[in-house]
């Protein structure tokens, strides 16, 4: 199973911006479902962002759609989140979160991942 690692959390301002990565390192896949995850004090993790490695499926939660964006480095086997305009509401620790590839698209859902980094903080400051 590969391992992923988080990296590129910090602590910025509201309107600031962070780039996170996540590494895969063993044995990786061609094709998979990626997604970034975060989870705040006191609440439910959620998804915020998926990719199906290798293809062009990507969505997106909601309230981040216009400001996050989600790619991979296929290559280098590193899916980042770029994060922009960020704003308190996003402090979270944020995880990176992998399965094999589904039919219909890679979902957000936490409860479908199997693979798990560490995470990464994010605080963002009013």
């Known amino acids: 199973q590969e391992r992923l690692v988080e990296s590129g959390g910090g602590s910025v301002q509201a309107g600031g911006s962070l780039r996170l990565s996540c590494e895969a390192s063993g044995k990786t896949h061609n094709s998979a479902c990626v997604a970034w995850l975060r989870q705040a004090p006191g609440k439910e993790r959620e998804g915020v962002a998926s990719?199906?490695?290798?293809?062009?499926?990507?969505y997106y939660l909601g309230s981040v759609r216009d400001r996050f964006t989600i790619s991979e480095d296929s290559d280098k086997n590193i899916v980042y989140l770029e994060m922009n305009n960020l704003q308190p509401d996003d402090t979270a620790m944020y995880y990176c979160?992998?399965?094999?590839?589904?039919?219909?698209?890679?979902?957000?859902?936490?409860?479908?991942?199997?693979?798990w980094g560490q995470g990464t903080q994010v605080t963002v400051s009013s």
């Open positions: 990719i199906l490695t290798g293809g062009d499926d990507i």
């Open positions: 979160a992998a399965r094999g590839p589904i039919p219909g698209g890679c979902p957000l859902g936490p409860n479908f991942y199997t693979n």
